[in-house]
């Protein structure tokens, strides 16, 4: 389905750790639309190799670097600039997190230092993100930044727990670097707001199975895969979507407006 939609533009990919990441998703279709990318994650995520056989494929550099580090994401930028030859027309933030859901902690019992933490990777990173590139000067004129974040930064879902204001946060951060960044540079940033994915990530919440089973009926189109993720955020890296900017995007095959499916209830037919 290429359509060249990203030819001469160059962007950082974050958070491919395996083929069911959403990121590596991005990765392939951004390349396929010709775009020249550079691939990172976390020294400790590099340690698995996946990414590396996803940079032969996509001819794409790897650079390590830990979210929370300020020292390793302007090392990251820096150096992208100069593999690229120049700033960049696009990011993805595709970094989630939490150490008390890993931890199996109660949302009533939950570890302060553990939310420090999933607060600093899921949300804070993606400031430190911008506030490095903006910085830098590492974003060309129009050029376009996008998280992925989940619906229930808005909606209750019990056990997604403390990554619920981790989203929260994320997504306003989206917001308030959005007014900035729209001032200095045109630039744009946005969320989408996914639709539960089978990923490493995804399928660390309790119950994940059924969660994905009860969502898929709950949406009309049904639940949105990551490679159409991708194909949402390729455009959102194109020139087509240049006048979006701060939004929180639903992309969820209509979950987000549903309030009651007969499917849930078995009364479909
Ligand atoms: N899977 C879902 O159901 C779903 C739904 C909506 C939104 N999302 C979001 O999509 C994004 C990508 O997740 P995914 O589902 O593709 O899972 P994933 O596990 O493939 O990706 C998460 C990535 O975060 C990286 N990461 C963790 N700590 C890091 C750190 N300190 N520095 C740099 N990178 C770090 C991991 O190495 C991994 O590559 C996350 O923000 C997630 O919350 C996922």
Redesign the pocket.
Known sequence: MANGILKGKKGII?????E?????QVAEKAVAEGAQIVL???P??LRFGG?QKLAEKLNAEVIP?????LE?LENLVTKSMEILDGPMDFML?????SLNVRKKKPYTDLNYDFMHKTF???AM?FHRLMQTAYKLDAMNDWGSIL?????AAQRIFPDYSE?AE??AL?ESFARSFGYHYAKKKNVRVNT??????????????KG?QEF?DYADKMSPLGNAS?EA?ADYSVMMFSDYTKMVTMQNLYHDGGFSNMGMAPEVLGMEG
């Open positions: 974050f958070g491919a750790l395996d069911k990441s959403i990121a590596w990172t994650n976390a400790v995520a990414i670097a830990d979210a929370t580090s390793d933030h595709s970094i989630g997190m600093d990777i899921s990173s998280a992925l974040t989940y619906i990554m981790s989203k994320l989408i707001s996914q639709s539960p994915t089978l990923t490493t990530a995804g399928s660390g919440v994940f994905f990551a993720c």
